[in-house]
C-alpha cells in the first residue's frame, strides 16, 4: 500500500499488541484504535519514547533522523518549549507524564483564536527502502505491574511564585491618623488636668524653692520712770545674717567677720553650718549677730561676702548705766529679757516678730522677682512699762550708798525708798552694782537686787513690829513703863542690852531709844508667841511682798510649834527671823501710813503700741494698827533721833521730824551665819505726817555697818524730802521722851 496507509506486503507482520489498559501519559500517546501505527509530532512523543532514552541523552527519534526542532518544519511551542536549550530537557520534559503533551494538545484546539506562538513541524520523511519508516518497536513482554504501596512519582509543577500581597495603603494611613489623633487627645487631656486639678500644687511646689523668709523683729517696749524719762529703750540698729547653703567657704567668712562682730571664728563657723529643718528642708537663715550698730554694719556689706546679709534690727540702750541696773535688768542680743524687769515683764515688753515671704531668684539674681509671690506678716510692737521709781532720786540714792559702802569693802548694802501713802517705791539701790548696757563682764552677784534677794537676821529694827503688836493687843500703853534688868535668860541663852538700865524703870520711847532687848523680851513674854507670829504675817514677813521683781526671796518666819525656849528671847528683838530690806521697809510703811498695809510695788502702768495707758492692778492692802496705834508707835519712835545719846541721832534730818529704828544683825546664807554684822536703820519722815519711808541696810564683813546706815538714811531722806518740795515740820520739834521716869 501507498503512503496512504497500506501495508508492505513484505514485511512481516506486526506482534501482537498488548491488552490496552490505563496508560499514564497523553491521550495522544495511545495508538489508533484500528491498530494503525501512531504518528506523532516531534517533541511531544509518549512514555514509549521516553523508555526509550539512550544514554547519550537522544531518543530513538533522533537516532533515526527524525528532524530537530525548528529544522524545516514547525513545532507548536508551550510554555516549556522556551526554556535554555539543554539537551536533557526534552528527556525531562518527557518524564512529566505527559501532561504538558496533554496541556499542549488542550490548547492546540483554540491555537488560532490564542495569540501564542505556533511553529509548524515539516512531515517525517519516510525511511528505508519502502519510503515508510518503519514502525516502532513494542514490547513483547508484559510491563512488570506497577507498585500499589508507593505512588507514582511525579515531578512538582513549577509554578511562576506569587508577588507578595501588598499592604493597603489606605488601612494603614487610616490606622497611622487614629493612632497620632489618639496620643495628641491623650497629651491635651493631660495637659487640661495639670492646668485645673494639679496647678495649684504644683505652682505650689515651683514656688517653695524660689520663696526666701525674713524675719521681721518686733521692737521691744521702753522702761519709762514715772515722768516719762527712758530707763531702758530699743534704738534702730541692723542684724547680720548667714543663708549657710550660699556661703561658700564659712572658714574665709568667719575669719572676716570676727573682729568686725566681736564673735570668735569658732563660733561664727558653727552658726554657718548647714542644717536641717523639721520639714526636712535645708535652713536658709540664722542670726549671726543682734544689735549691730549701723556703722558696722555698713562695714559688713563692704565685704560683699556671698551669703551673707544685712537687716534692720533693733538694740537696747539703757541711757543710765548701771542707774537702776538691779532692777531693770537686761535682754540677750535677740532681745530676750534674762534678768530684772526685763525677764518679769518679757511677754509684756516683747511684741510679736513678723515676717517676709517673698519669690526670689538664684545665685547672682537673688533678689526679689518683681510681681512674684509676696506676703508680709507686719511686726506687733512690744507695750512699755513706767515705773515708779523716780530717775533724779534713784541716781541720788545709788551714789549715796555707794559713797558709804566704800568704807565696807567687800560688803553689801540695800536702799528702798517708798511713797506714802500709795505704797509705790520711789528708789530701789544696790550694791555693788553694773552697767545694765555691758552686763556680760559683770559678776553675777553685783547683778543681784539685794533689797529682794539679800536675806538677813533684821535684828532690832523687828522691834517696831513687837511694839506694834503690844499696842494693838492693849498689852502695853505709851505711858507704859517697866523695871529693866541689864540681862534675861531664855533657854540656855542670855540676853543684855548695849544701854544698861541696872533695873531702873525705864519708857516704852526710853525702851526704843536705846533698843533694850531686855525690855522688848519681857513685853513680848505678856503677848505671847501665837499673837507675835499673826502680827509679823500682818505685817507682811513670811512671804513675797509681789513687788514685781523676778525671783524675790520669800524669808522665813519660825513656827511656834518650833520655838525653843531661847526662841522666847531672839524672835522678839528680830532674831530667828529671816527677812529682805524690802519686807522690812514695807512694815514701816504700815506704821506710816496709820497702821494700813499697803503692797510695795515697782510698776505704775503699761503703755500700749497705741499709746494707750492701762494702771497696774492695785495693790494689796489690810490693815494690821488702828490710826491711833499706829500714830502713838511713830511718836515712840521718834525718840531713836531725838533722846541724847540714842542709837539713831546720825539719821535726823534737820528741819523735819523723823521717827525710826536701828538695827543690827547678821547675814544667813543658806541659813548660816555669816562673818560680821548688819547694821540698818528704817525711818519716816515727816514723822508727824509721814511721806516717806526709807530703809537702808549695811552689811559689813568687818563691822562697822551702823556708822554707814544712819547717815546713809539722813542724806537720803533729806534729797527726798527736798525733790519732792515737802515743807519742814509744822508740828514744831519732836516730844521731850523721858528714858527713866520716876
Not at 526542532?69 to 535554555?84: F, H, I, N, V
Not at 567657704?249 to 561664727?268: E, M, Q, R, T, Y
Request: proline letters at 10%; hydrophobic letters at 35%; charged letters at 20%.
Amino acid at each position: 500500500m501507498g503512503a496512504g496507509g497500506c501495508r508492505d506486503p513484505h514485511r512481516p507482520p506486526p506482534p501482537p499488541r498488548p491488552p490496552r489498559g490505563p496508560r499514564r501519559g497523553s491521550a495522544r500517546d495511545a495508538g489508533p484504535a484500528d491498530g494503525e501505527p501512531r504518528t506523532g509530532e516531534p517533541g511531544i512523543g509518549g512514555i514509549s519514547g521516553a523508555r526509550a532514552y539512550t544514554p547519550r541523552g537522544r531518543t530513538v527519534r533522533e537516532e533515526h533522523g527524525t528532524p530537530a526542532r525548528g529544522q524545516g518544519a514547525e513545532q507548536r511551542r508551550t510554555p516549556r518549549s522556551t526554556r535554555s536549550g539543554d539537551p536533557f530537557r526534552p528527556a525531562l520534559q518527557v518524564l512529566d507524564g505527559g501532561r504538558a503533551a496533554a496541556r499542549a494538545g488542550r490548547r492546540d484546539a483554540p491555537a488560532a483564536g490564542r495569540g501564542g506562538v505556533v511553529r509548524t513541524v515539516a512531515p517525517r520523511t519516510p525511511g528505508g527502502p519502502g519510503g515508510d519508516e518503519p514502525p516502532p518497536r513494542r514490547r513483547t513482554t508484559p510491563r512488570a505491574p506497577r507498585r500499589t504501596d508507593r505512588p507514582a512519582a511525579r515531578r512538582p509543577s513549577r509554578k511562576p511564585r506569587r508577588p507578595p500581597k501588598l499592604a493597603d495603603s489606605r488601612l494603614r494611613l487610616r490606622l497611622g491618623t487614629v493612632l497620632a489623633l489618639t496620643l495628641f487627645a491623650t497629651i491635651g487631656i493631660r495637659l487640661i488636668f495639670l492646668q485645673t486639678v494639679d496647678a495649684p500644687a504644683y505652682a505650689g511646689g515651683g514656688i517653695v524653692d524660689r520663696l526666701r523668709t525674713v524675719e521681721l523683729p518686733a521692737p521691744r517696749g521702753a522702761i519709762y520712770d514715772s515722768t516719762g524719762a527712758p530707763l531702758a529703750r530699743s534704738v534702730e540698729a541692723r542684724y547680720v545674717y548667714a543663708d549657710p547653703t550660699e556661703v561658700e567657704d564659712s572658714a574665709a567668712v568667719a575669719k572676716a567677720l570676727s573682729p568686725l562682730l566681736g564673735i570668735p571664728v569658732s563660733k561664727l563657723m558653727e552658726l554657718m553650718k548647714p542644717r536641717k529643718l523639721e520639714d526636712g528642708k535645708a535652713s536658709r537663715f540664722v542670726y549671726l549677730a543682734r544689735g549691730v550698730e549701723i556703722s558696722t554694719a555698713k562695714r559688713v556689706q563692704a565685704l560683699e561676702l556671698s551669703g551673707i546679709g544685712v537687716h534692720r534690727d533693733e538694740r537696747r540702750e539703757v541711757p543710765g548705766g548701771d542707774l537702776a541696773a538691779n532692777l531693770i535688768g537686761f535682754t540677750s542680743q535677740d532681745m530676750v529679757g534674762l534678768e530684772g524687769l526685763e525677764a518679769r515683764y518679757d511677754d509684756v515688753l516683747a511684741g510679736q516678730d513678723g515676717k517676709r515671704v517673698y519669690e526670689a531668684g538664684l545665685g547672682d539674681l537673688a533678689a526679689p522677682i518683681p510681681g512674684g509671690y509676696s506676703r508680709t506678716t507686719p511686726a506687733k510692737p512690744g507695750s512699755s512699762l513706767a515705773l515708779t521709781l523716780n530717775r533724779d532720786l534713784q541716781f541720788r540714792t545709788q551714789q549715796i550708798l555707794s559713797a558709804g559702802m566704800a568704807q565696807a569693802p567687800g560688803g553689801t548694802g540695800a536702799a528702798v525708798v517708798i511713797e506714802i501713802p500709795s505704797g509705790a517705791v520711789l528708789a530701789q539701790a544696790s550694791n555693788p552694782t553694773y552697767d545694765a548696757a555691758k552686763p556680760t563682764p559683770s559678776d553675777p552677784v553685783a547683778r543681784e537686787d539685794a533689797a529682794t534677794s539679800f536675806v538677813v537676821d533684821p535684828g532690832s529694827v523687828h522691834k517696831a513690829i513687837t511694839y506694834g503688836a503690844a499696842l494693838q493687843e492693849g498689852v502695853i500703853t505709851p505711858d507704859t513703863t517697866l523695871p529693866i534688868a541689864n540681862s534675861i535668860k531664855k533657854g540656855d541663852t542670855w540676853f543684855s542690852d548695849t544701854h544698861p538700865a541696872n533695873g531702873k524703870r525705864m519708857s516704852v520711847p526710853g525702851m526704843l531709844a536705846f533698843s533694850s532687848n531686855v525690855g522688848t523680851i519681857t513685853i513680848a513674854d505678856e503677848l505671847g508667841p501665837d499673837r507675835l507670829i499673826d502680827y509679823q504675817k500682818r505685817f507682811g514677813l513670811g512671804k513675797p511682798t509681789g513687788e514685781g521683781m523676778p525671783g524675790e526671796a520669800s524669808g522665813r518666819l519660825l513656827p511656834a510649834d518650833e520655838w525653843s525656849e531661847s526662841s522666847q528671847g531672839s524672835v522678839p528683838i528680830g532674831h530667828s527671823v529671816d527677812a529682805t530690806p524690802l519686807q522690812m521697809a514695807a512694815a514701816y510703811a504700815a506704821i506710816a501710813n496709820n497702821g494700813t498695809y499697803v503692797q510695795p510695788h515697782l510698776v505704775k502702768e503699761v503703755i500700749g503700741p497705741d499709746g494707750k495707758r492701762t494702771p497696774a492692778p492695785a495693790p494689796v492692802t489690810r490693815s494690821v494698827l488702828s490710826p491711833q496705834n499706829a500714830a502713838a508707835l511713830r511718836t515712840m519712835l521718834e525718840a531713836v533721833t531725838t533722846v541724847d545719846g540714842a542709837t539713831g541721832v546720825t539719821a535726823a534730818v534737820p528741819g523735819y521730824r523723823v521717827a525710826g529704828k536701828t538695827g543690827t544683825g547678821w547675814r544667813l546664807v543658806n541659813g548660816k551665819k555669816q562673818p560680821g554684822e548688819v547694821s540698818s536703820f528704817i525711818g519716816m519722815a515727816p514723822a508727824e505726817n509721814p511721806r516717806y519711808v526709807i530703809a537702808v541696810f549695811v552689811y559689813a564683813p568687818n563691822g562697822g555697818g551702823a556708822a554707814i546706815a544712819g547717815p546713809a538714811f539722813r542724806d537720803m531722806m533729806q534729797f527726798t524730802l527736798r525733790h519732792y518740795r515737802v515743807p519742814p515740820s509744822t508740828g514744831g520739834s519732836a516730844p521731850k521722851f523721858v528714858v527713866y521716869p520716876r
